[in-house]
């Protein structure tokens, strides 16, 4: 039976008894029927007063009781950051060591390089019979010098590249920690997701404030970094080809 | 030829440096913001400004800028060296008054090429 209608057997039983009992002068009782009747009236009023209150329990449960949310921003937030801030510095290691081998292997290849030449001259002439006895023993004393440095620069660069190549495991190991970092960024838009979901659509997008033209133009040159393909859009030149034939266009 | 090199991140200018010092200019020294290069460029005898753009502080567009508007620096040679490509971006550092624009990431080659030009133009 449904009691959120008024004209219902119960009502119609209460409100008989309430006649009789105010014919017959029982005060009490006429009181307690009228209180039923009354409350009956109010019980629709309560029955969606309590949906809602559950709903708003439940939901608000669903939140609170959603660990991983509150985990994610406590800990894996802060984590990620850590993490991300650990791949700059292991590329500033590498791009070190790398820069450290290259700068130390040039000098030493320029120096290889110069004698080499300056030997040459010295053996041509030596082949042309230009060569004095003096002249051939000072040659001689060079080339075996030369050949010394020859071979313990050579060891050295070799011991450098194969820094350079040591420090390129660093590809492999920020490779791993970004992709974790992927899977987290995923995991939080998709409880963004929900929570959009959650709020309902009432919230509606806040009106776009009108912006000056000055504000866009500095917008349109701030520094932003890189241009990652397939991401930023807008207008992008492709490389240093663009930029030259825009440049070139300008009148440069 | 004294070169002062601007990039926010040192492993750059240290490619940097050592490019130009494989192009024989061994005179360099380094800044890593327009804040820290402007006082640099104005108490030194640099002859040529190498410059990223998106740097904390002061930007490259900004010490560009405020290059040009120095009466002593107005002249000086001004290549950016800079991962933003954005038409508006190399329109404005055009408008004010750069001698070349090199994206990165870039070669050695294009380094010379550019360095080349600017100083082409300025012996014309």
Not at chain 1, 18 to 32: H, P, T, V
Not at chain 1, 125 to 130: C, D, L, S
Not at chain 1, 145 to 165: T, W, Y
């Amino acid at each position: 039976m449904d009691s959120s209608n008024v004209i219902s057997e119960q009502n119609l039983a209460t409100t008989r008894e309430l006649l009789a009992e105010m014919e017959a002068g029982d005060e009490s009782k006429a009181r307690q029927s009228l209180e039923t009747l009354v409350r009956s009236g109010e019980s629709k009023l309560y029955q969606e007063l309590g949906k809602l209150t559950r709903d708003l329990h439940d939901a608000l449960n669903s939140f609170r009781l959603d660990a991983r949310i509150s985990d994610i921003a406590a800990k894996e937030i802060p984590d990620a950051r850590e993490r991300l801030n650990y791949v700059i510095s292991m590329t500033d290691k590498a791009a070190n060591t790398t820069l450290n081998a290259v700068e130390e292997s040039m000098p030493m290849c320029e120096s290889l390089e110069n004698q080499a030449g300056e030997l040459q001259e010295q053996w041509q002439q030596f082949v042309q019979r230009k060569l004095g006895a003096n002249e051939f023993r000072e040659l001689s004393q060079r080339l075996g010098d030369f050949l010394q440095e020859s071979a313990d620069s050579s060891r050295k660069i070799r011991g450098n590249f194969n820094d350079v190549l040591m420090a390129q495991d660093f590809q492999d190991l920020t490779g791993q920690i970004i992709k974790k970092v992927i899977t987290l960024v995923e995991e939080v838009e998709g409880n963004l997701v929900n929570l959009v979901k959650l709020s309902g659509e009432q919230a509606a997008p806040e009106q776009e404030k009108e912006k000056s033209e000055e504000e866009k133009r500095q917008e349109a040159i701030a520094g932003q970094g890189p241009v990652v393909p397939g991401v930023d859009s807008g207008e992008v030149l492709s490389g240093q080809d663009d930029v030259d034939d825009l440049l070139s266009s300008l009148g440069f | 030829m004294k070169i002062l090199i601007v990039d926010d991140f040192s492993t750059m200018r240290r490619i940097i440096k050592n490019l130009l010092r494989d192009l024989g200019f061994t005179n360099t020294q380094e800044a890593d913001d327009g804040v820290t290069a402007l006082p640099m460029l104005q108490a030194g005898d640099f002859d040529f400004l190498v410059t990223d753009w998106n740097m904390p502080g002061m930007q490259g567009i900004d010490l560009l800028k405020a290059v040009r508007a120095d009466a002593k620096l107005k002249e000086m040679p001004v290549l950016m060296v800079t991962a933003e490509q954005k038409r508006e971006q190399i329109v404005e550092a055009a408008q004010a008054g750069v001698n070349g624009y090199i994206v990165k990431p870039f070669t050695a080659q294009t380094l010379k090429e550019k360095i080349d030009k600017i100083f082409e133009r300025i012996e014309a």
